[in-house]
């Protein structure tokens, strides 16, 4: 039930919605299924079911049937588990498409220093320029806290992302390196941030 069924419900599901491709709709029910097992290990909800089904003198199962009356819940659970999972990839999918646009205008950008420095510090953010410069002032976004609502980071980062440094060096936490900011740095310079 576990290896075969439910993942067949799953892709019966994803199926009766033709925007979807194929090589996706394996990542989503592997990631759904994936999931759906943690259920398993704390619970396994089929064995008890089979239990009670056998204790209750049936001999012959008829695991579609079985499956859609005496598991709805954890059908129901699974359904939500597979929406959630085909959200997620959609969220990721626009995250990628984003990072490769922004790639694609970083390429064509001339870079204005080999390197820059990105300084944390106790209220925000410091950026140097390769010779020492602070140019901080200069990455921050007039419109910052307006009704645009430009954030701080995102300011830093559509900055950087027109100097188009090759280098960039992040001297912060560890906690601040796996941020959201750093990951979307990361992503867009792939190759060129180095922490220290």
Request: charged letters at 25%; glycine letters at 4%.
């Amino acid at each position: 039930i576990w290896e075969n069924t439910l993942p067949r419900l799953c892709m019966k599901n994803l199926n009766s919605n033709p925007d979807i491709k194929n090589t996706i709709k394996k990542k989503i029910i592997s990631r759904t299924m994936h999931i759906a097992f943690y259920l398993k290990n704390s619970t396994d909800i089929v064995s008890e079911k089979i239990e009670e089904y056998i204790e209750s003198g049936n001999v012959y199962i008829y695991i579609d049937g079985f499956v859609s009356f005496r598991l709805k819940g954890l059908v129901s659970d699974i359904k939500t588990l597979l929406d959630v999972s085909l959200h997620e990839n959609c969220i990721e999918d626009e995250y990628n498409d984003f990072i490769k646009f922004m790639k694609e205008i970083v390429s064509v950008q001339p870079s204005q220093y080999d390197e820059i420095f990105i300084i944390e510090k106790k209220n925000g953010l410091k950026v140097l320029s390769d010779d020492g410069t602070d140019i901080t002032q200069s990455c921050i976004d007039p419109y910052i806290n307006d009704k645009y609502k430009i954030s701080y980071q995102d300011s830093i980062i559509s900055s950087i992302v027109s100097m188009a440094p090759k280098k960039i060096f992040l001297h912060c936490s560890d906690e601040t390196f796996f941020s959201t900011f750093c990951e979307l740095l990361k992503g867009i310079f792939s190759g060129r941030v180095v922490i220290y």
